[in-house]
């Protein structure tokens, strides 16, 4: 992972909210000092003046999964630059926005380079994490 700044929240997603059986994700969210929605496209200026305003900032969101004896099997975590985090002029983006976006594709990230090192991830059968839903079509 990157250096980051400080560590802003953190939590764990029980495998279960996504059909895995065998194991959990922690999620870590850090300051991203180095995004601005300046240069971006996309922003109103009431975003801007709420960015300048320490209302909303860029953070870091690292996915770890963790296994049943609580080793987070770091060889494993993904991570993303460049999420918004606050309370923006449209509305408050929170750990269920990140948690049901950002993080989940992490964790599905995740999930795949674990089962490429060989390690047994388990899941229910309708899981976006089975086998046949995150294996690539080719």
């Known amino acids: 992972m990157p250096v980051a700044g400080d560590m802003l929240d953190w939590w764990t997603v029980p495998?279960?909210?996504?059909?895995?059986?065998?194991?959990?994700?922690?999620?870590?969210?850090?300051?991203?000092?180095?995004?601005?929605?300046?240069?971006?496209?996309?922003?109103?200026?009431?975003?801007?003046?709420?960015?300048?305003?320490?209302?909303?900032?860029?953070?870091?969101?690292?996915v770890v999964p963790v296994d049943r004896d609580l080793t987070d099997l770091v060889s494993a975590e993904r991570f993303i630059r460049g999420v918004d985090w606050g309370e923006l002029p449209q509305g408050r983006i929170d750990r269920d926005d990140v948690t049901d976006a950002q993080a989940k594709d992490l964790a599905i990230e995740s999930v795949r380079a674990l089962r490429s090192f060989g390690v047994t991830v388990e899941t229910e059968r309708d899981s976006e994490f089975a086998i046949p839903r995150i294996t690539a079509p080719f």
């Open 15 to 62: 495998g279960a909210r996504w059909g895995v059986r065998n194991m959990d994700f922690k999620v870590e969210l850090r300051r991203d000092g180095v995004a601005s929605p300046v240069l971006l496209e996309g922003y109103s200026e009431e975003d801007l003046a709420a960015f300048d305003g320490g209302d909303w900032q860029f953070v870091i969101v690292r």
